[in-house]
């Protein structure tokens, strides 16, 4: 009984494991594949200065704003330096017009390691810090500031994209001379490097022109009350007045010199060309004159300003589309030079040819704009138009300057 039993379990323990043996098993599922990490983009920082508070805070954030698009733009191109990505990153600094905190912030950029600026926006402030950033290496491309000093100290890394005061200043002076025909002429100043500069060039050519030309009078950048000066001019009665300085001063001037009823026609130059003048002076803006070293903002590419619109919701006001072109000539110089080493990308800026929103850009040896226009403009209905277009020593219209070759219609 017990023989019989066991013989039957180790039958049926056979035919479990044959049956086991027999039985093939399943293959593994397949792994998913991990993709590989995406590579790290390298941060590539381009410093922006300019005054973001104060009287001019509106200038200095159009400014920002112009560097800030183009940067934008180039990260969604997803560029590569030296086959790696990059993001740019926009390190923006408020150097409040103030040439001692321009210097300090200069500095501070040095400091963070920054591949390039784009700024400052006003002379007197660039001027000091492009002696910081030459010293640290660091490329300059200002879109605003025009007193020729700034590239008359053999730096090798300072650059503009706008045109030079001793270019600027006889534009506008000579369209005067053409238009009101002055006998006596009063020139003012803010007693900055910007507007005694350019206050100096319109001088020159009045009274080169057999103008009389008032003794200059001055007020600060900061000058709110006017009537002092406007009291002692009035009584020589000057057939024009020539303010150099910011719409911030400017825009009361003009108003305060309606108020006493003089006659004079008004001029500026690009530091108070702007709508601001409209809103500062009220009626009495209406018929000013005033002057801008480069292209109306209505001239710039169209790609640029309906992307600016986009982006801010409202229209570059006058530097935008100039700062813009700065930012993205850095970025270039890098590309062409495969490096964001700005020893390495340096030649490549200063040898650049580049078709931007403010047209052809080319730098001459000393790092100023070759060929750069000059505007004139008039206030209408409360808003700054072109009268004129100077290119090449020829006065073109809006339209007429369109139909060039090659105007600001790259905007890329």
């Known amino acids: 009984m017990n023989t019989t039993v066991r013989t039957l379990s180790l039958s049926v323990a056979a035919a479990v494991v044959a049956i086991g043996c027999g039985k093939q098993e399943a293959p593994p599922a397949p792994q998913a594949q991990t ?21 001019i805070a509106h200038l200095g954030k159009d400014n920002e704003n112009g560097a800030h698009l183009a940067l934008d733009e180039a990260n969604a191109a997803g560029i590569k330096l030296g086959g790696k990505p990059v993001k740019f990153e926009l390190v923006a600094e408020d150097d409040q017009g103030d040439p001692k905190v321009g210097n300090t912030v200069a500095q501070k950029l040095a400091d963070a390691k920054v591949v390039g600026v784009v700024g400052h ?6 001027i000091p810090a492009s ?21 008359e100290q053999g730096f090798t890394g300072v650059f503009r994209v706008v045109g030079r005061d001793d270019q600027q200043g006889p534009a506008v002076a000579n369209y005067l ?56 001019i009035k009584g020589k009665k000057p057939d024009v007045v020539f303010y150099g300085g910011m719409d911030a001063t400017g825009g009361p001037l003009l108003k305060q010199a309606r ?20 809103e500062l002076a009220g009626a009495a803006a209406e018929g000013m004159i005033c002057s801008q070293a480069g292209i109306p903002v209505q001239a710039a590419g169209k790609q640029f300003l309906e992307a600016y ?9 006058l530097y935008g589309p100039f ?12 590309q062409q030079a495969d490096s964001a080493d700005p020893a390495k990308y340096l030649p490549a800026l200063q040898s650049i040819d580049y078709n ?37 020593g020829k006065s073109l219209t809006l339209d007429e300057y369109a139909n060039l070759a090659s105007p600001g219609t790259a905007g890329k």
Not at 131 to 151: D, F, H, K, R
């Open 177 to 232: 001379l053409a238009t009101a025909k002055p006998k006596t002429a009063a020139v003012i100043d803010d007693a900055t490097a910007y507007g005694e500069g350019l206050a100096n060039e319109v001088e020159k050519t009045l009274k080169a022109a057999g103008v009389k030309v008032l003794p200059r009078e001055k007020g600060t950048d900061k000058t709110a009350d006017w009537k002092a000066v406007l009291t002692k």
């Open 309 to 317: 619109k986009t982006k801010f919701d409202m229209d570059p006001i």
């Open 35 to 55: 993709p590989p990490p995406a590579p790290v983009a390298e941060v590539v920082r381009i410093g922006h200065v300019a005054p973001l508070t104060g009287g």
């Open 121 to 126: 926006l006003n002379s007197g402030v660039s």
């Open 356 to 392: 931007g929103a403010t047209g052809n850009i080319q730098f001459d040896e000393k790092g100023d704009r070759k060929d750069a226009e000059m505007t004139i403009f008039t206030m209408k209905d409360g808003k700054i138009a072109p009268l004129a277009i100077i290119k090449s």
């Open 259 to 278: 108020e006493l009823k003089i006659g004079a026609v008004f001029s500026f130059g690009d530091g108070g060309c702007t709508d601001k003048m409209a």
């Open 131 to 151: 002696a910081i950033y030459n010293q640290a290496g660091i490329p300059m491309v200002s879109g605003s500031s025009t007193n020729p000093a700034l590239t």
């Open 323 to 334: 700062t813009y072109d700065a930012a993205k000539l850095l970025i270039a110089a890098m």
